[in-house]
């Protein structure tokens, strides 16, 4: 019996049962009814009572399974090799499903495994030929149209910059950055990058709006300033209107928003979307940090978290 008919069943079998209370107590209400027939109705009632316990178990014993595989799904992460959904005592057909959510999990690992590999060789190969174009233009600075140099300078200094964080998330998901904690003043390190994107928001007629406490929290302040640089210039891009910064110290948690209005959509505004990559790359290497995103309409906000320290 699937679990579309066992619900059905229950639901007749408590519609029924409460048809048969109200008989019951309908016939309860005319003596002239005999004991025999009131029993019958009882008995009836208590009989029915039994059936929709045991359909509810059963149910419950049926689902519980998929329950458990769902929630085990819910938090699935496709870079943890040793994440596996993990039942026992299951009925075969259960069984053969877990092994090939398993199979399939471990091909979504190897085929990310190889993706970030070869993005990895890329970036490495693309760094050289890029710092070579560089110097090279440099030299011929003299014979190049200064505007001309300018664009190539700019255009070459995006690019580096990308294959530098293609390098960074490689690095983070192979384990082999290495951090350096301490207790850091988040309101004084988000005062400090502010500063510099105000002048780029202000250009645009915008401003960075900040409301802080005085918080602290071990992170790795250089990679940190990173992630603040990396969330602020994607609201500075791709947001309208005036940015704001939240930074509030919780009970067991310090919490840090910046959100802002989204713009309109541009067919130009296509972009590797990197910045987030390397953001929840270095909260995940933190271990002690968590980052959410709400991604609306009309709204867009990145909030971290992270671990009160004393």
């Given at each position: 019996m699937n679990s579309a008919a066992l619900r059905l069943f229950i639901w007749f079998s408590a519609t029924f049962m409460v048809v048969t209370l109200l008989l019951f107590v309908t016939l309860n209400a005319f003596h002239s009814i005999s004991?025999?027939?009131?029993?019958?109705?009882?008995?009836?009632?208590?009989?029915?009572?039994?059936?929709?316990?045991?359909?509810?178990?059963?149910?419950?014993?049926?689902?519980?399974?998929?329950?458990?595989?769902?929630?085990?799904?819910?938090?699935?992460?496709?870079?943890?090799?040793?994440?596996?959904?993990?039942?026992?005592?299951?009925?075969?057909?259960?069984?053969?499903?877990?092994?090939?959510i398993n199979e399939l999990s471990s091909l979504v690992h190897i085929e990310m495994m190889r993706a970030n590999e070869f993005?990895?060789?890329?970036?490495?190969?693309?760094?050289?030929?890029?710092?070579?174009?560089?110097?090279?233009?440099?030299?011929?600075?003299?014979?190049?149209?200064?505007?001309?140099?300018?664009?190539?300078?700019?255009?070459?200094?995006?690019?580096?910059?990308d294959v530098?964080?293609?390098?960074?998330?490689?690095?983070?998901?192979?384990?082999?950055?290495?951090?350096?904690?301490?207790?850091?003043?988040?309101?004084?390190?988000?005062?400090?990058?502010?500063?510099?994107?105000?002048?780029?928001?202000?250009?645009?007629?915008?401003?960075?709006?900040?409301?802080?406490?005085?918080?602290?929290?071990?992170?790795?302040?250089?990679?940190?300033?990173?992630?603040?640089?990396?969330?602020l210039t994607n609201a500075v891009r791709h947001g309208r209107g005036n940015v704001r910064v939240r930074i509030r110290c919780g009970t067991s948690e310090v919490i840090l928003l910046i959100y802002n209005e989204r713009k309109a959509f541009s067919p130009d505004d296509h972009h590797l979307g990197l910045g987030n990559r390397v953001v929840n790359a270095l909260v995940d290497a933190h271990k002690n940090m968590g980052i959410y995103y709400h991604d609306g309409k009309t709204w867009y906000a990145a909030l971290i978290t992270f671990e009160q320290t004393s």
């Open positions: 004991i025999s027939v009131r029993t019958e109705s009882f008995f009836a009632i208590v009989m029915l009572a039994a059936f929709l316990i045991v359909s509810v178990v059963l149910s419950r014993t049926i689902n519980h399974p998929v329950d458990s595989i769902n929630k085990q799904l819910t938090n699935f992460d496709p870079q943890d090799v040793n994440k596996k959904v993990w039942l026992e005592n299951t009925t075969q057909p259960i069984t053969r499903l877990v092994e090939n993005s990895r060789q890329v970036a490495h190969e693309i760094r050289t030929p890029l710092s070579i174009l560089r110097l090279k233009i440099e030299q011929a600075a003299e014979r190049i149209d200064p505007e001309l140099a300018d664009e190539l300078q700019a255009e070459l200094s995006r690019l580096t910059q530098e964080q293609m390098l960074l998330i490689a690095r983070s998901e192979r384990g082999q950055l290495v951090l350096h904690k301490s207790n850091c003043s988040l309101d004084v390190l988000m005062a400090d990058v502010v500063s510099d994107f105000r002048l780029i928001a202000q250009e645009d007629g915008r401003d960075i709006q900040v409301t802080s406490t005085s918080c602290k929290a071990n992170v790795d302040e250089t990679y940190m300033r990173l992630i603040l640089q990396n969330l």
